[in-house]
Nanobody, 128 residues
């Protein structure tokens, strides 16, 4: 069972930056996808950035955040980060850390049954 806890959310003006972190607690895991998802009020949960625990695994981003957001792992894979730059008002949402196993670790929606573990979420608010 993977346990996830997000931190780093907050309020920022448009054009600003925030860095989210997700503390990952798990037993030995291989072949795992991990990533960031977000859900705005009245909208479905969407995948934002996904990476894998495979050595040399690829990273995928939603088109809406490409070039602005960067996902990374550190602390031997026990922390998953999301650096968010050039934030826009439309980035306002609750951000969730999610983990599971699916093919190629591409961007999936939050409704995917392959995402087996979720953190409680952290709020990001961008004002224009």
């Amino acid at each position: 069972q993977v346990q996830l806890v997000e931190s780093g959310g907050g309020s920022v003006q448009a054009g600003g930056s925030l860095r989210l972190s997700c503390a990952v607690s798990r037993a030995t895991v291989s072949n795992y996808c991990m990533g960031w998802f977000r859900q705005a009020p009245g909208k479905e949960r969407e995948g934002v950035a996904i990476t894998s625990t495979y050595t040399g695994g690829s990273t995928y981003y939603a088109d809406s955040v490409k070039g602005r957001f960067t996902i990374s792992q550190d602390n031997a894979g026990k922390t998953l980060n999301l650096q968010m730059n050039s934030l826009k008002s439309e980035d306002t949402a609750m951000y969730f850390c999610g983990a599971g196993s699916w093919r190629y670790c591409t961007v999936v929606t939050g409704a995917s049954p392959d995402v087996r573990s979720w953190g409680p979420g952290t709020q990001v608010t961008v004002s224009s």
